[in-house]
């Protein structure tokens, strides 16, 4: 039965907006008078798939709504609830009126008769290929319970790494900010105060004192112009980013920075090779997979790798050999795919170079934050100590300046 999203007034004249079933328009819009609502606008939820154009998509999802949605749907279908009841149920268990109004478009899609992995097309805003590429395997499979396990398992682990991103990075960041804030702050108001001091006496200031006095002369008359600066050049920036040739000579440069490529090379790499993972062993054949995988990484260089390997196995040549020949993988990864396609095991080692390649990333996350939190301290520690200096030097010889 079709869900429809409503407007309506209600007795007291008053509008409200949600959701209901009916068989046509008019069957939902006589639901509505018979609940003493006088409907103003009707529209059919899986309709505004067609709105769904704009990064920020009305029926999209966020990871942890996705990771949600997924453990409750697995949770109530591998306990024997048919799959529309159990999409009712979820609908009526979320709080977000965008994520059940998804949901609730998905039912009404399967019980006109289209299959699960159909219905999520309906919403690619809300589902990834890769979700509705495992789910059309589980379908096909008939292990349909299995694989919504699995990828519960999937989007809650990565829900978890991008957490685990967001607060290791999170600290460092605000300390950036109050540190760029404390110095900034130090030099246009703070330092011209105390130097007025010094305007008077007709004596050379230190070296040091002279500096600091035309550092913050400059940021005084040209900040605004340097902060507009700035700004513009990460929207310039940004939009060369948009053009395929220069975002690949950066993401190339990326992979060739010491600590950054390693980090860059390792995130893509876990990524794709837990999308392999979970892809195959679903059952999706290996070149849909390796298709599928592409859209999970975000380096260019390394994408363009994958696709060349996708070539090469399609020709018949094994997939460690195709992804080693790029270099751009680590060593580990390819020899744990080589032991999976030659013990015929290949999901479980796709799964454990994944699992190989997150714990570095932490790890190595960690090591940036532990060496950049101090590093960062001793930084503004060190640049408060030359403004006190700049400032402290000319007391120090004031009496010879006064003379």
Do not use: C
């Not at 991103?165 to 804030?181: E, K, N, W």
């Not at 999308?275 to 390394?302: C, E, K, W, Y």
Request: glycine fraction near 8%; charge should be neutral.
């Amino acid at each position: 039965m079709p869900v429809y999203e409503y407007q309506a007034l209600s007795p007291s004249g008053r509008q409200e907006k949600g959701l209901i079933e009916g068989d046509t328009p008019r069957h939902a819009r006589q639901s509505l008078r018979d609940r003493g609502l006088a409907p103003l606008e009707l529209q059919e939820v899986a309709e505004r798939r067609t709105e769904q154009r704009s990064f920020f998509r009305r029926g999209g999802m966020s990871q942890t709504e996705l990771a949600l949605f997924t453990r409750q749907l697995a949770t109530l279908v591998r306990s024997g609830l048919p799959l529309d009841e159990a999409l009712t149920a979820v609908s009526q268990q979320t709080e977000s009126s965008r994520v059940r109004r998804t949901v609730l478009g998905v039912r009404a899609s399967v019980v006109e008769g289209n299959s699960m992995a159909q219905a999520l097309a309906l919403f690619p805003g809300a589902f990834p290929p890769l979700f509705r590429a495992t789910v059309e395997a589980g379908e096909q499979s008939g292990k349909l319970d299995g694989v919504l396990e699995r990828l519960a398992d999937y989007v809650e682990r990565r829900q978890a790494m991008q957490q685990k991103i967001l607060l290791a990075t999170f600290y460092p960041a605000i300390l950036t900010l109050v540190a760029i804030g404390v110095v900034s702050l130090l030099l246009t108001y703070v330092v011209p105060k105390v130097v007025e001091v010094f305007q008077d006496i007709d004596q050379q200031l230190p070296p040091l004192t002279r500096g600091l006095i035309a550092l913050s002369d400059f940021l005084r008359e040209y900040g605004a112009a340097l902060v507009v600066a700035i700004a513009l050049g990460l929207f310039v920036f940004s939009r060369l980013m948009l053009n395929p040739d220069f975002r690949r000579r950066v993401h190339l440069w990326q992979l060739r920075l010491p600590m950054i490529g390693r980090l860059t090379r390792g995130a893509n790499t876990g990524r794709f090779t837990r999308t392999l993972g979970i892809l195959f062993g679903s059952g999706v054949p290996i070149l849909d997979a390796m298709r599928i995988g592409t859209q999970v990484v975000a380096n260019l260089p390394m994408r363009e790798a994958i696709e060349t390997a996708t070539l090469r196995v399609r020709e018949g040549a094994t997939l460690n050999r195709s992804l080693a020949d790029s270099k751009l993988f680590p060593p580990i990864t390819i020899h744990l795919i080589a032991s999976g396609e030659a013990s015929g095991k290949l999901d479980d080692m796709l799964d454990r170079a994944a699992e190989n390649q997150e714990r570095e990333v932490e790890t190595l996350i960690a090591a940036v934050m532990g060496i950049f939190e101090p590093l960062l301290i001793l930084t503004m520690g060190a640049i408060v100590l030359v403004i006190v200096l700049a400032i402290l030097l000319p007391i120090f010889d004031l009496n010879q300046l006064v003379k």
